[in-house]
């Protein structure tokens, strides 16, 4: 039955606008239903989009897109960034020759595990990894709301040179906007003296990072990678994936 539905989806939504993203530790023949995707903004070098599990899915064990409220910006179809505000979890990748990820995460959410992350002052800790040509591959969001959004930014750039805001400056603003949300959340939280459930995130047993938070900001090995991939699948499961790897 369950491949019954999965058939049937992608067979509906053939039809649909495809937009490829990436996020690290997305590996093919996971069984995962690809998502569905609002554009909330569009113009000739950028994307946004906010993803949702398809009609007839259950979130989780189908379909954990729908489980927190994840936007995806597609930068000149070279960078990839997720912001999840109720998990405080951020990260970017971006693709040259390789594809080059930094994940960014409330430092309460943080395992021992992950090192090669660093601490900041700001209540959130980074990790940079870097992921060769044939350890990418690509997710698909079907466009099911917003189309216009789209058209409309493929028109503009057919109709003349794209202004110079360029890829970078829109890179930019999707990361600072990723950090704010990391400060914003993390300080009403410090502030209230709420937890982790109270202030909007599965509530974990989560450790802090301790003597890995003097570890380079950017590393290629695999405790690096765990801690990169290890928020990705925060941000699509909830805290408690963090502990299930």
């Known amino acids: ?27 093919p023949g996971n069984d995962i239903v690809q998502p569905v995707a609002s554009i909330v903004k569009a113009d000739p070098s950028t994307t946004i989009m906010a993803l949702a599990c398809p009609t007839g899915t259950s979130d989780n064990s189908e379909c954990p897109w729908g489980e927190l409220d994840m936007t995806v910006s597609v930068i000149a179809k070279t960078e990839y960034a997720v912001s999840v505000p109720l998990a405080q979890v951020g990260f970017d990748c971006t693709s040259k020759k390789d594809m080059t990820c930094t994940a960014m995460i409330a430092a309460e959410f943080t ?3 992950m090192t090669g992350f660093t601490q900041g002052g700001d209540g959130t800790v980074t990790g940079t990894t870097v992921y060769s040509s044939g350890e990418v591959f690509f997710q698909t ?7 216009e959004k789209l058209s409309a930014a493929a028109g503009a750039g057919e109709s003349g040179p794209a202004k110079t805001t360029g890829a970078e400056s829109a890179t930019a603003k999707e990361t600072s906007a990723v950090e704010s949300t990391l400060k914003t959340t993390g300080s009403a939280a410090a502030a209230t003296g709420a937890t982790p459930s109270e202030s909007g995130a599965s509530p974990t ?3 802090p990072i301790g003597a890995s938070s003097a570890a380079p900001a950017e590393a290629t090995g695999a405790a690096a990678r765990f801690g990169v991939e ?3 699948l925060l941000a699509l499961a909830g805290a408690a994936a963090m502990h299930a790897l």
């Open 1 to 27: 039955m369950r491949s019954f539905t999965i058939a049937s989806l992608a067979t509906a939504a053939s039809a649909a606008t495809q937009i490829p993203f990436f996020i690290p530790g997305m590996a």
């Open 111 to 113: 395992d021992a595990g």
């Open 141 to 147: 969001a079907s466009v099911t709301a917003g189309q």
């Open 205 to 207: 047993a989560a450790k």
């Open 230 to 232: 290890g928020v990705a």
